[in-house]
Every structure is written in C-alpha cells, then in structure tokens.
C-alpha cells in the first residue's frame, strides 16, 4: 500500500488530550474534556474533505467518506472511542518514541516505578528492532482507544486522497463514555445508516474478535442497626462488618478475575462504600453464556444471605441490571462480517488470531442496537496502566487493513 501514514502525528496529537471519563458522573458525556478531541476530530475530518463532519450535543461525532464505486455497497461504519480509562491519569500525557526496540527493559524516564518488562509483557518481545510508544510513567498512555481513532482517521486520509480507489459508503464514528460502559448508549442508530460495523479497538498484531462476555451488574445494599456505640451492646450491627463478611465469602479459588481465563466468567466485586449505618457494594458478573449470569446471581444472593445470619436485625437489598451481551449471538446471523475481517488481515501479510473478549466494547451493544460490529485490532497493549504501549509498525498495519477491508466489502459485498 502506497500511503504517508499519518496515523503516528495524530495518535500523538490525540493522546496529549485529556479526555479521561467518570464513572460517577450522570452528564452525557460524563466528562465535558472529551468533547475537546472530538471538536479537533470533526476539523481535521473536514481539513481531508469530509464535509458532513459533525460532533452531536452528546460529544459523538459522525462523518461520511462518500462511495465511488458503481455498484451498491452496503454502508460500512468504522468506530472507535475518544475517552480513556478512569483508573490511570490522562493528562498531560507526554508519548515518547523508543525507536529500534532491542528487546530489554523499557524504564519510563519520569517515573523510576514503572517499567515495561518484556518477560511480564510477552508480546512486547516479538517488536523487537521496531518502534515501541509509551508515556513517560506518570500516566496512561490512551492507545485504549486513540490509536483506534488515529488509524481510522489515517483511513479516510487515504481514500480521500486516492479516489482512484473503488470503495463503498464509509460511516465514521467516535464515540465517548466508552471505558464506563456507556459509549453506545446515545448512537443514533438511523442517523447512523450503516449496515455492518467494526470496532476498531482490539490488541494484538492481527487479532480479530467476535464474541465478547455477557454482562450484569449487580448493587448490593446492606441496612444495619446504628446506635451510639457506648451504648451498643446487644444493638449494634454494622453494615459494614456485614459487608466486609459478605465479601470474604467470596471463593477464594476460582470465580473471580484473578482465578480465571479463556472461557470462564466471574463474578467481580468492584466497588465498596458506606459505614456501619449502611453498605454498598457493587458486582460485575461476567460470562461468555447468557445463562450462567442467572446461576451467578443466585449464587451471590446466596453467599450473602449465608453472611447476613449473623446479623438477624439487618436487612439487604439486591438488584440486578443488564449491561450487554455477546455480540456473537447477532454477528453469526452474518458471516461475511467477519469472514471479510480475517480475509483483510491476511491481505495485510498477518497471521490471524482469532479470539474472544474478555469484557465488551461498544460493538456489544451497537450488535444488539442492529448494526453487527466485531472488533479489529488496534496495536493498543497494558491499557489501563501506566505501563500501556503500542508499537508504530503495527499501527501501520491497522490501517493498511481497514483499507483492504473496504476494497474486500466493494470487490465482494454488493448489496
């Protein structure tokens, strides 16, 4: 593919943006900073020729890349999102370039704490003599979701300065709130108007994935009995010692994060606040099955009725709420969608690794919202931390392969 990639320049100019989200915020977005990325994105859509470039009042920005193919090609979206992660600092984030990668480890220059070792970041071994991006150790770095958004960007660039390259109708969209759960949740789905969809948000080189966990979230509230505690005998009973029992009930051995991999879903206690008047706790419950999220359920409520006899005068409350579902259940329904993803990796010269989310993308809810959209690999790795890196080759080859995507769906996809 002949092109000047531009992905590198704007996945820098992208990450210097604060645009971290909060989870305990109930704004839409729940960070007005994001908005500042996707105001600089709709101008640079706009500067490449992309004149309907827009960024709604919910901080979502939808473009278009107009077909110049002859024949009727179904509309095929593009989406990334511009929010980092709420657990590591997003500002002033400083991305530095270690070009020809020896393969040893990688000492963030202003913080002495964090370094990337490639015996505990095995992936990181397999760059070596390539260009490694990193933070300096004082935040994240945001290729969870920038570098998606850098090479989406990079796309349209180059067919925008190609038009002697056939291709389909291209929907553009960007998203917010994504790392709290609810970057789907005001896409305007006909406004939209694309048929099929892609993530654009996965790790490693050449990774494709079309199944993500089912998810529920589930609050527990414990009630106690408060009183003066000079005065406490034989009254008191504190919600938070309920709680902290509930908790260490828990298995200690399997059903949780730290105890599980591939295929196994958990049951995650996420968040604790309150006091000895009252506790609440808040639950992820994770699996690849929709069915076991019931089973999960009434095993917790059953752990934590099992704590709270001894403390016969409180009283719980659990709720449970749906978070979304696999996405594979709406994608197998249309197999060209990912058929045409794993043929465009390996035009790109890349092995596919095919796989399965542990946890969700916007493409969960968005499936099930009617537009099938698994995920394609981005190049981001250890987001979330301030040890995440990317690599600026693989970067490339993220856009070479969503280039080849849209000529396979206007060579193949007429609709």
Not at 182 to 192: E, Q, T
Not at 244 to 266: I, Q
Request: proline share 5%.
């Amino acid at each position: 593919m002949e092109h000047k990639f531009t992905v590198i320049d704007r996945f820098i100019r992208y990450a210097k943006i604060d645009t971290q989200s909060d989870p305990h915020s109930t704004n839409i977005p729940s960070t007005e900073k994001q908005k500042d990325l996707s105001r600089l994105l709709v101008q640079e859509l706009k500067e490449i020729g992309v004149s309907d470039a827009e960024m709604d009042d919910f901080g979502y920005v939808y473009a278009t890349v107009p077909s110049n193919s002859d024949k009727s090609i179904p509309t095929i979206c593009f989406c990334s999102h511009v929010d980092t992660s709420p657990e590591s600092s997003g500002a002033n984030v400083n991305p530095i370039i270690h070009k020809n990668y020896d393969g040893s480890i990688i000492q963030l220059p202003n913080n002495p704490d964090v370094q990337i070792d490639p015996s505990e970041h095995p992936e990181l071994r397999t760059k070596v003599g390539k260009d490694i991006i990193t933070s300096d150790g004082t935040t994240l770095l945001g290729a969870d979701n920038k570098a998606g958004v850098a090479e989406i960007m990079d796309m349209a660039t180059y067919f925008m300065q190609n038009p002697e390259v056939k291709h389909g109708p291209i929907r553009i969209l960007f998203t917010p709130d994504e790392e709290i759960g609810r970057g789907a949740d005001k896409v305007d789905i006909d406004k939209l108007g694309a048929k099929y969809g892609y993530t654009v948000d996965g790790e490693a080189l050449g990774s494709f994935e079309d199944e993500t966990f089912s998810a529920d979230m589930v609050v527990v509230k414990i009630h106690g009995v408060n009183t003066h505690p000079g005065f406490a005998k034989d009254q008191l009973e504190s919600a938070l010692k309920a709680a902290s029992a509930f908790v260490d009930l828990l298995p200690k051995d399997t059903w949780s994060p730290e105890t599980t991999s591939n295929r196994e879903g958990f049951v995650h206690p996420y968040e604790m606040k309150g006091g000895v008047e009252s506790m609440e706790l808040v639950f992820i419950i994770r699996s690849f099955v929709d069915e076991d999220l019931a089973k999960y359920e009434a095993q917790l409520e059953d752990i934590l009725k099992q704590a709270m006899k001894n403390f016969p005068n409180s009283t719980y409350e659990f709720k449970v709420s749906q978070q979304y579902r696999n996405m594979k259940n709406v994608i197998d329904q249309c197999p060209q969608v990912s058929d045409f993803a794993v043929e465009a990796i390996e035009r790109t010269g890349l092995k596919v690794r095919r796989g399965s989310i542990r946890g969700g993308t916007d493409g969960s809810k968005l499936s099930f919202m009617g537009l099938p959209c698994p995920n394609i690999f981005a190049g981001e790795h250890s987001f979330h931390s301030k040890m995440e890196w990317a690599c600026v080759q693989d970067m490339h080859q993220a856009v070479e392969t969503l280039v080849n995507l849209v000529q396979i769906w206007e060579e193949k996809g007429e609709s």
